[in-house]
């Protein structure tokens, strides 16, 4: 059945709307009471819900609309405050409706069985949770690319498919090629890097892959990363980019998403105090910090999702954890002139125990150090021909980061698990929907 | 060597800059002459160019950097009409050098070897042309998202490992994902389709992969892939979008790349006609057209790439090609009432011979239909069992379409080749670097 063609009112407008006024709405069907003389049907679109009251004849039609049923209905706003956004509809007419199946899944019921939510993820993503969430999440989105644009970066893109590894191979997936072997993209990091040398400062926003076999609340197989890269910098303004990003995404969604924070049950305390500048915390002042707290990490060691986690619930705010050892950062890592045994590295550690959403810091521009370092962790420089290149000729200072995008999402919507901060997530048992 | 901690002047810059100003800027060597007593560098930032004059003992100095050398130079600034970009610099000092190996490039001669150019493509992504193109690209990239964010889009995110084809097997990237087959997707379609029941407009810009065995002029085994999908909608909103998003992607080309345009030597001519409305061409008359420039189709026959060339080259601005027949649109497209033979699809194709950018329209949203559509088309119902779901549960009317990114940025950038479109191209032979 053709729709009707007639002009409709957004539902999240309807507040707006004064009283009296005939309007036309259209959505599915989100909540359903049936009374003796009354259909209340809780009409659901991207903007909002709204509470339509049938009567009469009109009642018995009502009644017969199952949940998630599509439907245009016309009728008058009235004021009523006990009502979600402060209105509701009198019904007088269904213009159009598709009767849908049962559908499967209860709202309430559904949030003890997280399996039947991933299952039914194409049609979970109708709850207003999911919604809310993808909502920030598009702002988050739109946040970043706005944070870098403004700030003289250009956007590329580097390819997925590469012929070999960015960070050493355990974590690759990899694919027949056409007869020959392939990988999938862990990092745009190498390609970033070639570009700054025409671009200056340039970032990503796409897919990068790691084979994990973990299954932990903050791995993904497929995750979004946001990357960047500049030229004649060094770790002070990738920590600037760091915060400057972080705190542009949060402030942006503060001011976009108010109603779907509400919506998840994310208070904005949480979120109203993260503004630069980030506390920064060396690596050395994190070991001490931890050991107060009794976490026995040697001098060295990895600081880890569960040390993560204890650190960053003494901040309120994200920090900047820098200056990591040379052997827990990866080989194109800069070591610090003055001090060898460390990097100019920094990871970006989000507050609540969440942990880290950016590692990035300055990248090793001189050849021989490069080869050195690549031979030290056991690597073969042969390996890296065209990185390599790229410190033969016109070599400048430089450095970026890795920014995961989903964890940012998960953070600041104070989820539970990174799974919940995309529509279809991919871990190594989840493959569909 | 550290850095000089000093303030630079980007070369873009130094046009609004007073003759007799002291400057100092940094770049890369670009070009080089050597006279008697002076040396002249042209030195390249991602801003611009601008010729360098060096006397006396630094012209010594200034002799030794080979080209794409990077080099901090102070200076003063002096009118001069034949330079590019109208001034050139006095150098009175060198203050950080970084003298590189002999460049393996030489811009003019490599032209002619577009292997070569390939094979060090993380090098020729500095020459001024293909900075050129990537500004433009990044700039398109900017107005897709603008567009459609400014017309009510979310931005959401499919995943890129899938259990099943969108389209059919043939050209579909398999790998082993932890013991069990899983693919590359081809499209986000099915996905923004789920997602229209809660968003109800929303698109997402990402790769796509097809294992094309064909190396042509436009296909990539990886590609940009611009969806969106809006719940409510038919046909003639596909097309307005369509040329909405073209126009606009243009329109901001026009504004922020004129320097850009020039450099590739892209005639603004022939994009400044690119406005909406586009003319409407349906299937019909296109097989009338090509009939009467001698190309002999039959009604039922796929519009290739050589009629589309043809086709294309008849009109100014993009066209709508719609109404396929139903044997050469997938099975998804949603068959006319009016004319149950054709689809109601179109296909946007860029002028000038460039073809196909755009693919869509309207998608079956009965479940019946699409079920003896699938099976008419020879694949199987079962496999296609979440996508199917949809069509149970308040399914209404939606429509939608695929945008190529980089066949978009070929056609804007007058490329001979798609492959010139993006920084690092894959097809069948080439995965690196
Ligand atoms: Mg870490
Ligand atoms: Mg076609």
Chains 1, 2 share one sequence.
């Not at 009198?90 to 499967?104: C, H, N, R, T």
């Amino acid at each position: 059945m053709a729709l009707p063609n007639i002009d409709v009112t957004p539902i999240g407008g309807l507040r707006s709307i004064e009283e009296g006024r005939h309007v036309v709405v259209r959505g599915w069907v989100y909540r359903k009471r049936v009374l003796k003389n009354k259909v209340f049907l809780v009409i659901r679109d991207s903007s909002g819900i709204v509470q339509i009251v049938f009567s009469g004849g009109l009642a018995e039609e009502a009644s017969r609309l199952n949940i998630e049923s599509a439907v245009y209905v016309g009728g008058t706003v009235k004021r009523e405050e006990r009502a979600p956004g402060g209105v509701e509809i009198q019904a007088d007419s269904i213009l159009w409706k598709f009767v849908g199946e049962q559908f499967p899944i209860n709202e309430d019921a559904a949030e003890a069985d997280s399996e039947l939510l991933l299952d039914l993820r194409h049609l979970w993503v109708r709850s207003r949770k999911m919604q809310a969430v993808l909502k920030i999440r598009s702002t988050i989105f739109s946040a970043v690319h706005e944070y870098f644009r403004s700030n003289g970066f250009y956007e590329v893109q580097a390819p997925t498919f590469i012929s070999a590894a960015v960070e050493g191979g355990s974590t690759l997936f990899s694919l027949d090629y056409f007869g020959t072997p392939a990988y999938l993209t862990q990092s745009a990091q190498f390609y970033l890097e070639a570009l700054i040398y025409s671009l200056e400062k340039v970032y990503t926003i796409a897919p990068s892959f790691r084979a994990e076999r973990s299954r932990t609340r903050r791995h993904l197989t497929e995750f979004w990363h946001a990357e960047m890269e500049m030229a004649w910098a060094g770790l002070r303004d990738v920590m600037k980019v760091g915060e400057g990003v972080i705190s542009r995404a949060v402030e942006r969604v503060l001011q976009d998403n108010l109603e779907e924070l509400s919506i998840i049950g994310r208070k904005t305390e949480y979120l109203e105090r993260i503004k630069p500048p980030f506390p920064m915390v060396s690596y050395d002042e994190a070991i001490e910090i931890l050991r107060n707290k009794g976490v026995q990490l040697k001098w060295g060691d990895d600081i880890g999702a569960d040390e993560e986690r204890v650190l960053t619930l003494q901040f309120d705010k994200p920090i900047h954890l820098h200056h990591f050892p040379e052997a827990v950062k990866a080989f194109y890592h800069k070591n610090d002139p003055q001090r060898p045994e460390t990097t100019l590295s920094v990871d970006v550690l989000a507050p609540e125990g969440y942990g880290e959403v950016i590692g990035g810091g300055e990248r090793i521009e001189n050849y021989d150090e490069l080869v050195s370092k690549i031979r030290k962790f056991g690597l073969e420089p042969s390996n890296y021909g065209w990185y390599l290149d790229l410190r033969r000729f016109g070599s400048v200072q430089h450095a970026g980061f890795g920014l995961g995008m989903d964890r940012l999402v998960m953070w600041i919507c104070g989820l539970d698990h990174v799974r919940d901060a995309l529509p279809f997530p991919r871990d190594m048992r989840r493959i569909r929907p």
